[in-house]
């Protein structure tokens, strides 16, 4: 089953990696571009070979919604790896996935997404990605682990909004919640963002609605609101 969220200029697509678990004979009427063929198959783990084809359906079915012809399709590499379309530079795109889901976003301005599941956290981590303010929000939630993965969702799609990645250290990115008092807010409301200490011009989309799970999509879009869920009949694998 695949789900789509229109977000102003934004087009969001997902799936649920159990339904080719479910479904082997679906794999035979998948059209992937080469290249992201060359990538799955070079995974060994079943699991994470199954996330990287549910990205490459999501990538092509986006591509072709946008009026791209796989046929002729060419992607190329930025400078940190960010894919895009070769000659298309109005239109960008963003892969994500973890656990038995995969999500996409594509729109005509760079954007980033990120999902991730709930885990159980390490002080390690929290030293490695989280500011001081925010490990101290943190331990003041209910439920610290989703906590944690609110933050890392709106970073994580920051960096690769900004096509950084992994490369950009986490801990030097604070995010502000309206709702976390970590510092004044400038915003209206939704989240703020600081790449050390200066606030960064984009503005973020959440989505919680999958239990244990929590998408977020950074973009330059003035708009900040999550969309209605619709999903996407089974006929778009091929």
Same mark, same amino acid.
């Given at each position: 089953?695949? /789900?789509?969220?229109?977000?102003?200029?934004?087009?969001?697509?997902?799936?649920?990696?159990?339904?080719?678990?479910? #479904?082997?004979?679906?794999?035979?009427?998948?059209?992937?571009?080469?290249?992201?063929?060359?990538?799955?198959?070079?995974?060994?783990?079943?699991?994470?070979? /199954?996330?990287?084809?549910?990205?490459?359906?999501?990538?092509?079915?986006? /591509?072709?919604?946008?009026?791209?012809?796989?046929?002729?399709?060419?992607? +190329?590499?930025?400078?940190?790896?960010?894919?895009?379309?070769?000659?298309?530079?109005?239109?960008?795109?963003?892969?994500?996935?973890?656990?038995?889901?995969?999500?996409?976003?594509?729109?005509?301005?760079?954007?980033? *997404?990120?999902?991730? #599941?709930?885990r159980a956290l390490k002080q390690t981590l929290l030293d490695k990605c989280c500011?001081?303010?925010?490990?101290?929000?943190?331990?003041?939630?209910?439920?610290?682990?989703?906590?944690?993965?609110?933050?890392?969702?709106?970073?994580?799609?920051?960096?690769?909004?900004?096509?950084?990645?992994?490369?950009?250290?986490?801990?030097? *990115?604070?995010? #502000?919640?309206?709702?976390?008092? +970590?510092?004044?807010?400038?915003?209206?409301?939704?989240?703020?963002?600081?790449?050390?200490?200066?606030?960064?011009?984009?503005?973020?989309?959440?989505?919680?609605?999958?239990?244990?799970? #929590? *998408?977020?999509?950074?973009?330059?879009?003035?708009?900040?609101?999550?969309?209605? +869920? *619709?999903? /996407?009949?089974?006929?778009?694998?091929?």
């Amino acid at each position: 089953m695949y /789900l789509c969220y229109d977000v102003n200029m934004w087009s969001i697509y997902g799936i649920d990696i159990r339904l080719l678990k479910e #479904h082997p004979e679906y794999k035979e009427q998948i059209k992937l571009l080469p290249t992201r063929w060359e990538k799955v198959n070079k995974i060994k783990k079943e699991e994470d070979r /199954l996330r990287s084809l549910a990205a490459g359906i999501l990538l092509s079915y986006g /591509l072709r919604e946008n009026g791209i012809d796989l046929d002729a399709c060419q992607l +190329i590499m930025g400078t940190h790896g960010k894919p895009q379309v070769a000659g298309c530079e109005g239109l960008h795109f963003n892969l994500s996935h973890t656990g038995n889901y995969a999500v996409a976003v594509f729109s005509d301005a760079p954007v980033g *997404i990120d999902i991730e #599941h709930r885990r159980a956290l390490k002080q390690t981590l929290l030293d490695k990605c989280c500011t001081k303010d925010e490990q101290a929000w943190i331990q003041s939630q209910p439920d610290k682990e989703m906590a944690f993965v609110r933050l890392w969702t709106a970073k994580e799609s920051y960096v690769k909004w900004s096509g950084e990645g992994i490369t950009f250290p986490l801990k030097n *990115i604070a995010v #502000h919640r309206r709702e976390n008092g +970590i510092a004044s807010y400038p915003k209206k409301d939704g989240i703020a963002l600081y790449r050390e200490g200066i606030l960064q011009p984009v503005n973020f989309a959440e989505h919680d609605e999958i239990p244990d799970y #929590h *998408i977020c999509v950074c973009t330059e879009s003035e708009k900040e609101n999550a969309a209605e +869920i *619709i999903w /996407l009949q089974e006929d778009s694998f091929s």
